[in-house]
């Protein structure tokens, strides 16, 4: 692994059906993020950690929830997928939130359409 | 509210220069980011400002004026591989991102 990676690339899903999203990074970052990516709409997150053990709720975070048992993953769970939680989900991961640059790296992005 | 405003889709010329602004509102200030996103691909970092003034990276640029609440990025000698999304971002009071939409920028021969 080289970086983050992110599964499934693409996901077609049923609407009320589960879903988790795989995301892991090999960067021993403290922070992980996940956003989704909405045409005519700039990123937007959804929940972050700061470090492994804790999670926050960013902007949208409603019908999703996140976990992070260790510093490597960082799965986001759709409990019910509806229709408008279709969209392209990105994971991404800094050395830590806050502090400084803090420039955030991003998986490849896994394109969710829920029907 | 918190609100990140740039131009929907630009056009330049190749070999050309081009300024792509940003205007932010933001609750708190911790720096402002550039982030190049091609089509289909992950944004990738161009920039980061906390301060005022130019930043300069070969050939690319990216200002920020804080009392002003804008930034801009420059982009110098075109080429057509720069054809691509530049997204503003802004870490706001609690170091989470607010980002803009993009500005699409098309590059033609």
């Known amino acids: 692994i080289a970086g983050i990676t992110q599964a499934p690339t693409s996901q077609i899903l049923a609407a009320g059906r589960r879903m988790t999203l795989r995301c892991t990074q090999d960067m021993r970052h403290n922070a992980m993020y996940w956003y989704r990516q909405d045409l005519g709409l700039g990123l937007r997150l959804i929940h972050y950690s700061n470090t492994a053990g804790t999670t926050g709720k960013g902007e949208v975070p409603d019908g999703y929830s996140v976990s992070r048992a260790n510093t490597d993953d960082f799965p986001l769970t759709l409990a019910s997928a509806v229709p408008s939680q279709t969209s392209v989900y990105f994971c991404?991961?800094?050395?830590?939130?806050?502090?400084?640059?803090?420039?955030?790296?991003f998986g490849p992005g896994t394109r969710l359409t829920v029907l | 509210g918190q609100n990140i405003d740039q131009p929907t889709e630009m056009t330049a010329t190749e070999g050309a220069i081009v300024q792509i602004n940003c205007t932010y509102q933001t609750s708190g200030f911790n720096g402002l980011f550039w982030y190049q996103q091609h089509a289909g691909e992950a944004p990738t970092f161009l920039s980061y400002?906390?301060l005022d003034g130019l930043e300069e990276k070969g050939r690319f640029s990216s200002f920020l004026s804080r009392s002003k609440g804008y930034s801009y990025l420059l982009l110098k000698e075109l080429q057509m591989k720069d054809s691509a999304s530049y997204l503003c971002a802004v870490s706001d009071s609690n170091y989470q991102l607010i980002w803009g939409a993009g500005t699409k920028l098309i590059i033609k021969p």
């Open positions: 400002n906390v």
């Open positions: 991404a991961s800094s050395d830590s939130m806050g502090g400084g640059t803090d420039e955030q790296f």
